[in-house]
Antibody, heavy 120, light 108 residues
Framework: QVQLVQSGAEVKKPGASVKVSCKAS????????ISWVRQAPGQGLEWMGW????????NFAQKLQGRVTLTTDTSTNTVYMELRSLRSDDTAVYYC?????????????WGQGTLVTVSS | SSELTQDPAVSVALGQTVRITCQGD??????ASWYQQKPGQAPVLVIY???NRPSGIPDRFSGSSSGNTASLTITGAQAEDEADYYC???????????FGGGTKLTVL
């Protein structure tokens, strides 16, 4: 069955970077895309961006453009999300979710979430 | 602010039918998807496309759309349906994904 397993919780200082991984199993990695969605404490869901594991095409939310990078490692079926210049309002649970190889949504399967805390 | 608008909270009596709505101009061009999220858990896709349910989602969940409004209907709500529900679709450019603010469903 499809599984997305994310890396563990992180604590970072303002201005630092964080890199979260999402390891996929149970399907052909390059036949799908991966979107990243975050959820601040007590708040709703926010889409961050998407990468096609087929051709590496990416698409990002405007407010995060320039601060977020998505990459894939097809040798390990892993997608990485790096967020730079962290601020306190980046504190959130970060989810990866599988999508069509051609479209950033809908989100079929979700990872378990990774809590990123930004605090001085 | 979100380009998709949901009521913050809705309640339904056990076994009754409830409709959760999502409004936005982009819904005239794109279908909404719906996600159920229970406390401390990742969201789960319950409806996508015109009215499609992923495997394992009970058939009491259905979706519909009219004009700028998409709806998620739960026919015969169960206690386990108490959760937050989020819609998503595309923004006005069609290039990006946006979520509604979420609806907290209480089953009385």
């Amino acid at each position: 069955q499809v599984q997305l397993v994310q890396s563990g919780a992180e604590v970072k200082k303002p201005g630092a970077s964080v890199k979260v991984s999402c390891k996929a199993s149970g399907y052909t990695f390059t036949s799908y895309g991966i979107s990243w969605v975050r959820q601040a404490p007590g708040q709703g869901l926010e889409w961050m961006g998407w990468i096609s594991a087929y051709n590496g095409h990416t698409n990002f939310a405007q407010k995060l453009q320039g601060r977020v990078t998505l990459t894939t490692d097809t040798s390990t079926n892993t997608v990485y999300m790096e967020l730079r210049s962290l601020r306190s309002d980046d504190t959130a649970v970060y989810y990866c979710a599988s999508t069509s190889v051609y479209s950033p949504s809908p989100f079929d399967y979700w990872g378990q979430g990774t809590l990123v805390t930004v605090s001085s | 602010s979100s380009e998709l608008t949901q009521d913050p909270a809705v309640s339904v009596a056990l076994g009754q039918t409830v409709r959760i709505t999502c409004q936005g101009d982009s819904l005239r061009s794109y279908y909404a998807s719906w996600y159920q999220q229970k406390p401390g858990q990742a969201p789960v896709l319950v409806i996508y496309g015109k009215d499609n349910r992923p495997s394992g989602i009970p058939d009491r969940f259905s979706g519909s759309s009219s004009g700028n409004t998409a709806s998620l209907t739960i026919t015969g709500a169960q206690a386990e349906d108490e959760a937050d529900y989020y819609c998503d679709s595309r923004d006005s450019s069609g290039n990006h994904v946006v979520f509604g603010g979420g609806t907290k469903l209480t089953v009385l």
